[in-house]
């Protein structure tokens, strides 16, 4: 069982910045996969980002060359440092660590983007 907590939410102007955090109970290692995914209100769950045991990236259309996930193994912690924030970013994004058929999520933590 791996428990994922994330951070680092809140609420932006549009064009402005948030790192978010996902910090996992347990070594990820080279063993998961983790993902970034969003659900904004009245609409499905999407992935966002996902980086790979092997740090292959790959990030849906709508945030690319805008966001950027990493992953420090020795801190068992994920990254999603989010720029040029748009009004339609507005979701709670939530932490996936997927391992074969091990498919776990975090709680969510709420950005908002608003001026």
């Known amino acids: 069982q791996v428990q994922l907590v994330e951070s680092g939410g809140g609420s932006v102007q549009p064009g402005g910045s948030l790192r978010l955090s996902c910090a996992a109970s347990?070594?990820?290692?080279?063993?998961?996969?983790m993902g970034w995914y969003r659900q904004a209100p009245g609409k499905q769950r999407e992935l966002v980002a996902a980086?790979?045991?092997?740090?292959?990236?790959n990030y849906a259309v709508f945030v690319k060359g805008r966001f950027t996930i990493s992953r420090d193994n020795a801190k068992n912690t994920v990254y999603l440092q989010m720029d040029s924030l748009k009004s339609e970013d507005t979701a709670v994004y939530y932490c996936?660590?997927?391992?074969?058929?091990?498919?776990?999520w975090g709680k969510g933590t709420l950005v908002t983007v608003s001026s």
């Open positions: 980086i790979s045991s092997s740090d292959s990236t």
């Open positions: 347990t070594s990820i290692g080279s063993l998961y996969t």
């Open positions: 996936n660590a997927l391992r074969g058929l091990m498919n776990y």
